[in-house]
C-alpha cells in the first residue's frame, strides 16, 4: 500500500528515461539541462528569471542574501513552517521573528505583522503553507508601506494559483520553491528561486556557484563569497520530466482532497483546513483535531493502522536549538492551538480510490475513540 507515506513522488519510465538519457549525454552538471529547466518554471509560474539550485534551503539562502540580509537584520517569518525559513535568516547573520499564524489555515496571520516591524526589519517571508496561498495583497500592502522586501516561501505552492491565475512566488520580490520527494514534482533534491528582476536573477546564479564570474577563455574572477548550490543536469532531466506531469498530479491529489472533504464535511470531531485560492497544489491535506482530542492517541493509532501520518510543523521556536537562542519568546497562541490539533494525512498522486477509502474509514473509526 502507498498509505504509510502522507506523500510521495511517482517514478515512472519517461522519468527514468530522461535520466538515462542525462547520463548518456557526457554533461552531467552545468549544462544546458539546468538552462531548459529553468525555463520550463518560467513558462509554468509566468516568472521572468529561475535559478534552480541544490535544494530549497540553499535557495532561500540566496534569495536572502539578495535581499541584503546581514548581521542585525531581521525578518519576519511564520512560527509554523519547516525550520529552513528561519535557519536561512540565521545564516545570513540575520534574526527571525516569529509572527501567529491564522489557526483554520495555517498561514501566516499578515494582521500581526505590523506589530512585529521594527527599524531592524527588512524582509517578509510569508509561507505557502500546505500549498495554500497568503493573503498576497495585505502582505505586498504592508511591505511596499514600510520599504520591506517579501520573499515568498512557495515550497509546498508549485501549482498554486490565485483566480486571476497568477502563480505562488510571483507576488513577492523572490519566490523559493522545492523539489524534495514528497513535493508535487521532485529532482531528487532541489529548489529553485523565481524572480522577475535581471539583477537579482543575475546575482542568485552567481552565489549559486562561488561567486565566480567567468570570461573569456580561461579567464575567472571571484567577486563574491558564493557557495557550491549547484544543481545537476541529472538532477534537472528528472525535473524537466516530471513538470510535463505536474497539473495531472496536482489533479489526482484534488480528487483525493475532494474525497476528504465530502467524507469530513459534517464530522465533529475534526476539520479540514481552510484553502482560499482557486487552485491549490495539495501539497498536503492537514486536517485539526477538536480542542481536547487525544492527538497522540489517534497518531500512533493510524500508523499501527498502516496511514502514515505525520504532523506539519511544531512552532520553530519550539526546537531546542531555538529555544537556547531565543529564551524570552512568548508562545504564540494560534500557532501553539494548530500544532497540538494539526495531522496531516496521506495526499499524493500514488494513492488508489480504495487506499483513500481505507485511510477514511480507519480516520472515523478512531476519531469516534477519542
Not at 25 to 46: D, H, K, N, P
Not at 282 to 309: C, I
Not at 325 to 347: G, R
Amino acid at each position: 500500500m502507498n498509505l504509510d507515506r502522507y506523500s510521495s513522488q511517482i517514478i515512472d519510465e519517461s522519468d527514468i528515461a530522461a535520466v538515462c538519457a542525462a547520463l548518456r549525454s557526457g554533461v552531467l552538471t552545468q549544462g544546458a539541462t539546468i538552462e531548459a529547466f529553468e525555463r520550463a518554471l518560467c513558462e509554468y509560474t509566468g516568472a521572468k528569471y529561475a535559478v534552480a539550485v541544490s535544494n530549497a534551503t540553499s535557495a532561500l539562502h540566496i534569495a536572502y542574501l539578495c535581499a541584503n540580509l546581514g548581521a542585525g537584520d531581521e525578518v519576519i517569518v511564520p512560527a509554523i513552517t519547516f525550520a529552513a525559513t528561519a535557519n536561512a535568516a540565521l545564516y545570513c547573520g540575520a534574526k527571525a521573528v516569529f509572527a501567529d499564524v491564522e489557526f483554520e489555515s495555517g498561514l501566516i496571520d499578515w494582521r500581526s505583522i505590523e506589530a512585529l516591524i521594527t527599524p531592524k526589519t527588512k524582509a517578509i517571508a510569508p509561507v505557502h503553507y500546505a500549498g495554500s496561498l497568503c493573503d498576497m495583497e495585505a502582505i505586498n500592502a504592508i511591505a511596499a508601506r514600510r520599504n520591506l522586501i517579501v520573499i515568498e516561501d512557495a515550497a509546498h505552492a508549485l501549482g498554486s494559483f490565485d483566480a486571476a491565475g497568477k502563480s505562488a512566488g510571483t507576488f513577492g520580490a523572490m519566490g523559493v520553491f522545492s523539489f524534495h520527494p514528497v513535493k508535487p514534482i521532485t529532482t531528487g533534491e532541489g529548489g529553485a528561486v523565481v524572480t522577475d528582476n535581471a539583477e537579482t536573477a543575475r546575482r542568485l546564479r552567481l552565489l549559486r556557484s562561488h561567486g565566480i564570474k567567468r570570461g573569456e577563455l580561461w579567464e575567472q574572477d571571484m567577486i563574491a563569497l558564493g557557495f557550491n548550490y549547484r544543481i545537476s543536469d541529472i538532477n534537472c532531466a528528472l525535473g524537466l520530466s516530471q513538470l510535463k506531469k505536474l497539473d495531472a498530479t496536482i489533479a489526482r491529489r484534488n480528487a483525493i482532497a475532494a474525497m476528504y472533504d465530502r467524507a469530513f464535511a459534517c464530522a465533529d470531531q475534526i476539520a479540514p483546513l481552510k484553502t482560499p485560492q482557486a487552485r491549490h497544489s495539495r501539497h498536503l491535506y492537514p486536517v485539526l483535531l477538536r480542542r481536547g482530542a487525544d492527538k497522540a492517541r489517534l497518531f500512533a493509532r493510524l500508523r499501527e493502522n498502516g496511514v502514515g501520518v505525520q504532523t506539519h510543523y511544531k512552532p520553530v521556536y519550539r526546537h531546542s536549538f531555538y529555544r537556547s537562542l531565543l529564551p524570552n519568546q512568548t508562545p504564540l497562541p494560534n500557532a501553539e492551538a494548530f500544532y497540538e490539533a494539526e495531522i496531516s494525512i496521506p495526499c499524493h498522486a500514488a494513492l488508489s480510490d480504495d487506499e483513500v477509502a481505507f485511510a477514511i474509514d480507519a480516520i472515523r473509526a478512531e476519531i469516534a475513540a477519542i
